[in-house]
């Protein structure tokens, strides 16, 4: 099957990052797909590589505007969404695009390109690694940190929506890459 989107979705610190690091190093075919959004650039961060940062009045103009083909408000008064112009950078590349997007980013990627978009739930062990890898990442602050967690179980319920679940374990990443080979095998060759 020849798909030309993947989604790496789950909650925060379950490592969508992680495996979009592994999948684009190691596969020429795809390009990362850079979101917009308002929330403040992290260390090391760069704008217009990791994300477009925007201030809310630019990123309501390009709502107002339709230029998203999604967005969301991930957490409270931050907003986060794919530009349509984002798709066609990658597409006129010749590439596959992926995504590290929120759950319901994910299922409306579905929904618009159907079957051309494999939908993938990174999901860890256990709630508590989750919030362990948060607190370790140390990339938010504790009230930050309180709002993502808050989040998590609810982000679990849209598990079975997905075409496919990786639980990626701690310290288990040689099993992680031979899921994503698989996938790229199946859905991407
Ligand atoms: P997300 O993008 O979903 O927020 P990240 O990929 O940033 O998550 O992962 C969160 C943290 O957990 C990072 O510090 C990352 O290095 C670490 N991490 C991710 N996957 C694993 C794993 N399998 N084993 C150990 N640490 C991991
Ligand atoms: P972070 O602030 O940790 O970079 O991202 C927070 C959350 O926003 C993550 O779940 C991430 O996947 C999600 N996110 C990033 N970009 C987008 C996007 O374009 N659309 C949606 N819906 N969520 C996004």
Same mark, same amino acid.
Do not use: A, L, M
């Given at each position: 099957m020849n798909k030309d989107i993947i989604v790496f979705a789950g909650p /925060?610190?379950?490592?969508k990052s992680t495996l979009c690091h592994l999948l684009l190093n190691n596969y020429r075919q795809f390009e990362f797909s850079i979101s917009a959004t308002t929330r403040g650039m992290r260390l090391g961060e760069v704008n217009g590589k990791d994300y477009y940062f925007f201030t809310q009045d630019e990123f309501q103009k390009h709502i107002d505007d339709e230029n998203f083909i999604e967005w969301e408000e991930? #957490?409270?008064?931050k907003f986060y969404g794919t530009l349509k112009t984002e798709i066609d950078r990658i597409t006129n590349d010749d590439k596959k695009a992926v995504f590290d997007i929120d759950v319901l980013g994910a299922l409306s990627i579905k929904k618009v390109f159907g079957n051309k978009a494999h939908i993938v739930f990174v999901k860890p062990e256990s709630i508590e690694v989750l919030k362990e890898r948060l607190k370790d990442r140390r990339s938010e602050s504790e009230q930050d940190l309180a709002i993502r967690i808050d989040r998590f179980e609810k982000e679990l319920? #849209?598990?079975? /929506?997905?075409?496919e679940v990786i639980?990626?374990?701690?310290?288990?990443l040689e099993m992680v890459k031979g899921s994503i080979d698989r996938i790229v095998d199946i859905y991407f060759l």
């Open positions: /925060s610190g379950s490592g991930v #957490y409270p008064g319920s #849209y598990e079975d /929506s997905f075409d639980i990626n374990k701690t310290g288990e």
